[in-house]
């Protein structure tokens, strides 16, 4: 197989790349303003409450305020019935455990080792990703609190409103997502690909007037192509549409994303071209503004059937594979209704909610996810009571808001993780501290300081996934040293320990995931693949019952397998760029991605959504 990466010169500095990557991702893209201040102002109303009402485990209500956002109402209220269920469940399981194991220290330690696998392995098996999120949430922020010396009717009143804070955050953060609904009346997915489809038809617009590509059309295009598609499966992921319509916008989303890429890639040939092929950029034009239309009104695109068939132009050779690329977009939607026919009533296309992932119980890569969560939050766990430090008990709830964002960690994820708790415990926690918080004397003056750091916070948070979790972990760090007690807190000794309790977790997950069955992005994401085309040939012998119910129910199954996969897939190669990019700035000879791997990836990846 061909290598991942070659060298080349790196000829613009070595923290070129960095700027270029922080300008990229931090860019203003449309929805993220308003998806920032539903996020803020849910955050900063939990606070509010909180502090005001003197509520226990405020920090974690505004930090699950902060990241409850969806892209839509609906989603947003699956999300909320999801985690009732889950934080009742989690409630029920740490009261009767409490019952069982109180009086043995032993025992005690056993259940919780035995509950930090549970936790992490339905986070990875569960069909319902909130609901087991928020199960284990709950645990895992009343573990410490267990072990603490005080009564044991404080302790179940404490575990109580541990479930009623996480409560009111879930339905305070559904109310924002009602308020904001009634003034936003678009969807933030069709604008998502409207957007790309806009920046190629720009560039192609020069070529086809004889105008040189100008720095916005190329800059425009290079930074969609480096932000890549995994917001817009996020986006897709909690949509709420019925699982057919989720495939064919799937596939969607894959051959935008493919478009884009090679885009940003024809940006750097020369813009003369003949009267021929002009005329074929004009066709692919009307064609992209075609399909455009058809899915900004909900209505399937028409098929297009001459593109692609020409030879490859000298003078642009990637203008077949963008015909290619457009001509299979229509094709995805090929027997299909009107769109509006799967977003009206998603929920009736759902069909039965299985409880596991397909195929959970035959991949070992969920139980090796909860081994390596659960032997990094019981060493974190095990060092802090046998210190006698409790202060740093926050290790074990970093382990656990660490594997809520990422599945599977990598090195440039622990960079993000790291840098984060830093800048949001040491340089923000603590400089306000120093400087800020000694001259507040009013809620309101904490609450606008609140605001501002959660709202860089929550931009960060809202890049793509190779640099979101660092906004996270900022905000992280900023509402466990401020918002664990009921008054303004100056004590920098407080803030020392919920800082080294951070990065206590945050170093065991780098030794459980980094160190225990991990491997390089880039070995990952060709194991990945390897694995979705030997599935696809699988799929294509089917069915190999003639009970039709079962062969029936083994496609489906198979099916989703096979997107997981594909998914799998993307979500490691959008996180390849980013360690390649590092790689490139320390000089070294495994840097840049061979042209032919790219290509033969990006045509298997759209061809084998199209089928999946």
Not at 87 to 111: K, P
Not at 517 to 531: C, D, I, L, R
Request: hydrophobic letters at 50%.
């Amino acid at each position: 197989m061909a290598p991942i990466g070659q060298s080349f010169p790196d000829s613009n500095g070595r923290f070129a790349w960095l700027w270029a990557f922080l300008r990229d991702e931090l860019a203003p893209y449309h929805g993220r303003t308003a998806l920032v201040a539903r996020m803020v102002t849910a955050s900063t109303l939990m606070m509010i409450v909180s502090m005001t009402f003197r509520i226990p485990f405020g920090a974690y209500g505004a930090i699950f305020a902060l990241t409850l956002s969806r892209e839509s109402l609906e989603s947003t209220a699956n999300a909320a019935r999801a985690i009732a269920i889950g934080l009742l469940l989690g409630g029920a399981y740490v009261v009767v455990g409490a019952m069982l194991v109180l009086g043995n220290a032993m025992l005690r330690f056993l259940w919780v080792g035995v509950t930090l696998f549970l936790i992490f392995y339905a986070m990875s098996a569960l069909s319902n990703y909130a609901a087991a999120a928020r199960f284990g949430y709950l645990i895992v922020i009343t573990i410490p609190l267990w072990d603490s010396h005080i009564s044991t009717e404080s302790k179940l009143e404490n575990t109580l409103w541990a479930v009623g804070i996480l409560t009111i955050a879930s339905v305070i953060t559904l109310l924002m997502e009602i308020v904001f609904a009634t003034f936003r009346r678009t969807n933030e997915l069709v604008e998502a690909i409207t957007e790309r489809l806009v920046s190629v038809e720009e560039l192609l617009a020069h070529y086809l007037d004889g105008r040189s590509v100008d720095a916005d059309a190329r800059s425009g295009v290079e930074r969609l192509a480096i932000v890549g598609t995994s917001r817009l499966r996020q986006m897709l992921q909690r949509s709420g549409y019925g699982p057919r319509h989720e495939q064919h916008m799937g596939a969607v989303v894959a051959l935008v994303g493919r478009l884009v890429d090679i885009a940003a890639s024809l940006a750097q040939f020369r813009n003369s071209v003949s009267d021929d092929d002009r005329k074929r950029i004009r066709i692919v034009m009307q064609s992209i503004g075609e399909i455009r239309v058809g899915i900004a009104r909900g209505t399937v695109p028409p098929l297009i059937e001459s593109l692609g068939e020409g030879e490859t132009p000298p003078d642009l050779p990637l203008l077949r594979e963008i015909e290619k690329t457009v001509s299979l977009i229509p094709q995805v939607f090929t027997g299909a209704q009107s769109l509006s026919v799967y977003t009206l009533a998603p929920s009736e296309n759902r069909g039965r909610a299985m409880p596991l992932v397909p195929g959970a119980l035959s991949d070992l890569e969920h139980v090796k996810f909860g081994l390596r969560g659960c032997l990094a939050a019981s060493l974190c766990y095990a060092t802090y009571n046998s210190l006698f430090w409790p202060g740093i008990s926050t290790a074990v709830t970093t382990c656990l808001l660490t594997a809520l964002t990422t599945i599977g960690a990598s090195r440039q994820k622990q960079i993000l993780r790291f840098a984060g708790a830093l800048v949001g415990g040491l340089v923000i926690g603590m400089g306000a501290q120093v400087f800020i918080l000694p001259s507040v004397d009013s809620i309101g003056a904490f609450t606008v300081l609140f605001a501002a750091v959660m709202g860089a916070a929550a931009w960060f948070a809202t890049s793509s996934p190779r640099l979101s979790y660092f906004g996270v972990q900022i905000a992280v760090a900023f509402c466990l040293i401020n918002l664990q007690e009921f008054k303004i807190q100056t004590s920098l000794a407080v803030a020392r320990d919920r800082v080294a309790g951070i990065l206590l977790g945050l170093s065991m997950m780098w030794l459980a995931f980094d160190r225990l069955w991990s491997s390089p992005a880039g070995v990952g994401m060709k194991k990945a693949f390897v694995s979705a085309l030997r599935l696809l040939a699988q799929f294509s012998r089917e069915p190999v019952s003639e009970d039709i119910p079962v062969a029936i129910e083994r496609s489906y199954a198979l099916r989703e397998i096979i997107n997981a996969q594909f998914d799998k897939v993307r979500s490691l190669a959008d996180g390849v760029l980013f360690r390649i990019r590092l790689l490139a700035a320390a000089g070294s000879s495994f840097a840049r991605p061979h042209p032919a791997m790219a290509t033969t990836t990006a045509h298997a990846l759209c061809h084998a959504d199209c089928i999946a």
